[in-house]
């Protein structure tokens, strides 16, 4: 099966960073975007950034030049560097990827578990 296991969520001041990661175990699919989302308490869950295979970004105009995402195609790992961190920043934070069987043409979207990010003001 397909797992994403993230890391490095935790509690930070306003102003401060955090670099998130999340790697996929994927060995029969191909890792195609990657990308994170989150979700506030009571609040939909919204996108932050994507990132193509070839490196192609997109953020979310609430975190443009604050955060920024990159990927290891070898490791198919995906990373969320965030920096100058606000509390409405706080939410749950959620590893995405779209995938694709080997042998096959089926897309599947898969989810982390979710890691926590607390920015106090």
């Known amino acids: 099966q397909v797992q994403l296991v993230e890391s490095g969520g935790g509690l930070v001041q306003a102003g401060g960073s955090l670099r998130l990661s999340c790697a996929a175990s994927?060995?029969?699919?191909?890792?195609?975007?990657m990308g994170w989302y989150r979700q506030a308490p009571g609040k939909q869950r919204e996108l932050v950034a994507t990132?193509?295979?070839?490196?192609?970004?997109n953020y979310a105009d609430s975190v443009t030049g604050r955060f920024t995402i990159s990927r290891d195609n070898a490791k198919n790992t995906v990373y969320l560097q965030m920096d100058s961190l606000k509390p409405e920043d706080t939410a749950v934070y959620y590893c995405?990827?779209?995938?694709?069987?080997?042998?096959?043409?089926?897309?599947?979207?898969?989810w982390g578990q979710g890691t926590q990010v607390t920015v106090s003001s």
């Open positions: 995405n990827a779209l995938l694709r069987r080997i042998f096959s043409r089926d897309d599947v979207n898969y």
């Open positions: 990132i193509t295979s070839g490196g192609v970004t």
């Open positions: 994927a060995i029969m699919f191909r890792v195609n975007l």
